[in-house]
C-alpha cells in the first residue's frame, strides 16, 4: 500500500554534501512518519532523521547540526540534506515508513521500507 523508492546516493568527498531524496507513493495519508535510516558493514541498521506528518523532525545525534530531513509535497518526497559528510557516514540509506491503522478493535503498526541507496564519503 506504500512505496518508498531511494535515490540521490553517490560518493562524495570528505567535508561534501548530498541529498538523497525518497519517493513516498501509495496511501500516504495513512503515513505517520518517515524516516531515513543507515546501515554501515557491522553495524547495525540506525535511525539517522525522522519526519512525522505534522512536520515535527527528530535526529540522532550524530546527525545533528549536519543533517536537516524535509517533505516535499508537492513532489512526494522526502529529503535528506547531509553537509559536513565524514568517512563514518558511509553506509547503505534506507527510508522508512511507519503506517499506524487504528480501529475500534485494534491497533497495528505497519513498517515499509526501501532498497536503500548506497552512500560513500571518501577520506
Known amino acids: 500500500q506504500v512505496q518508498l523508492v531511494e535515490s540521490g546516493g553517490g560518493l562524495v568527498q570528505f567535508g561534501g554534501s548530498l541529498r538523497p531524496s525518497c519517493a513516498v507513493s ?4 495513512d503515513i505517520n512518519r518517515v524516516d531515513w535510516y543507515r546501515q554501515a558493514p557491522g553495524r547495525e541498521r540506525e535511525l539517522v532523521a525522522g519526519i512525522t506528518s505534522a512536520g515535527r523532525t527528530n535526529y540522532a545525534d550524530s546527525a545533528k547540526g549536519r543533517f536537516t530531513i524535509s517533505r516535499d509535497n508537492a513532489e512526494n518526497t522526502v529529503d535528506l540534506h547531509m553537509n559536513s559528510l565524514k568517512p563514518e557516514d558511509t553506509a547503505v540509506y534506507y527510508c522508512h515508513a511507519e503506517v499506524l491503522v487504528v480501529t ?20
Not at 26 to 29: A, I, S
Open 26 to 29: 501509495g496511501r500516504v495519508t
Open 104 to 123: 475500534i478493535e485494534t491497533s497495528r503498526k505497519f513498517d515499509y521500507w526501501g532498497q536503500g541507496t548506497q552512500v560513500t564519503v571518501a577520506s
